[in-house]
């Protein structure tokens, strides 16, 4: 049996981080927020990134369930196209996330991603993310399931034409293995930067 004296605190990032040790949320005062809310922005700022690209590489060697590629390389196969067509970085980091939560979230996983980067992306991108699901609906030929018009709704809208376009070209055509991606380092320093900003 563990004893008491044996549970140790989590280690810090930094060594010279300071604990705050309360039971509850109600315990905590101003000076205690002060230090949390002081390393978290930190911590964020040099972890966040890491912390997305290992939810990424986490499905690296993930089965598939139909198709020839996994969400991975799915992933990377987006960006990588993106990238040969010299879209802006931005645009190419989105590529590379859009589909971060697929595996977790599969029927709202444009909203997962779209809220995970909105402070540090465009609103164009934003709405790409929130929207393309919807716009897949007319590349999916199941009649009677699925409507290939859901994105009609939309079609005055100012990103509607990036949207559809990056559906056409870089989502739903990227599902080949044999098609080449680029490895995952290729677009690493693009998600640091991506990170780095607040739009």
């Not at 905590?28 to 997305?52: G, V």
């Not at 080949?176 to 380092?185: G, N």
């Not at 640091?192 to 739009?199: E, G, I």
Request: proline share 6%; charged share 30%; aromatic share 12%.
């Amino acid at each position: 049996m563990t004893e008491k004296n044996d549970f140790l605190p989590t280690p810090l990032l930094h060594d010279d981080w300071k604990y705050v040790s309360k039971k509850t949320l109600d315990e905590f005062d101003a000076a205690d927020w002060a230090i949390l809310n002081t390393q978290k922005s930190l911590y964020l700022a040099e972890r966040q990134a890491e912390e997305i690209l290992r939810m990424l590489k986490a499905q690296k060697d993930d089965p598939s369930f139909g198709y020839t590629t996994n969400n991975y390389e799915h992933s990377l196969l987006t960006a990588t196209r993106m990238l040969r067509d010299n879209l802006p970085e931005e645009d190419v980091a989105v590529g590379l996330l859009h589909d971060i939560g697929y595996m977790v979230c599969p029927h709202k996983h444009g909203e997962f991603a779209a809220v995970l980067l909105k402070p540090y992306i465009s609103e164009k991108n934003y709405w790409m993310l929130m929207h393309h699901e919807e716009f897949q609906m007319v590349h999916i030929n199941l009649p009677g399931e699925v409507n290939p018009d859901a994105r009609e709704q939309w079609r005055d809208h100012p990103h509607f034409e990036w949207t559809e376009r990056f559906v056409a070209v870089y989502d739903q055509t990227t599902f080949d293995c044999t098609e080449e991606a680029l490895p995952i380092e290729e677009f690493e320093p693009m998600v640091h930067r991506l990170f780095a900003q607040t739009k």
